[in-house]
């Protein structure tokens, strides 16, 4: 099993972080079973003030490049991503269209 962590940053507006939370209280099913499939074992994400923060436990057979070419053909996962961009904005380092950014790793105990 493998462990990544991302970062990501909400819209700086409560109403809109309120919603975003709200959403994620019921994911889609069919966001949740891509997700599965994909070798995801379990997912949490975290948020403090608009910052948010995900761990990700993935299978030995998971990578990066199957869950986005399977994202990409899956139309429900497409319709949630959209959805979701409506409230986060990119983290000032990213790059054009780039959403969760992977973390370094610089400490375990």
């Not at 309120?18 to 019921?26: G, L």
Request: charged share 30%; aromatic share 14%.
């Amino acid at each position: 099993m493998d462990r990544y962590c991302f970062a990501l940053d909400l819209k700086n507006d409560q109403k809109s972080i309120i919603t975003y939370k709200q959403y994620h209280r019921s994911v889609w099913p069919e966001v949740k079973d891509s997700l599965k499939t994909a070798g995801i074992l379990n997912m949490e994400i975290y948020l403090l003030g608009n910052r948010l923060f995900m761990i990700m436990d993935v299978d030995d057979d998971f990578t990066f490049e199957a869950k986005t070419k399977a994202d990409k053909a899956n139309s429900k996962v497409q319709e949630w991503e959209k959805l979701m961009w409506n409230f986060q904005q990119a983290l000032p380092w990213a790059k054009p269209g780039e959403k969760w950014m992977l973390m370094d790793q610089i400490f375990e105990l």
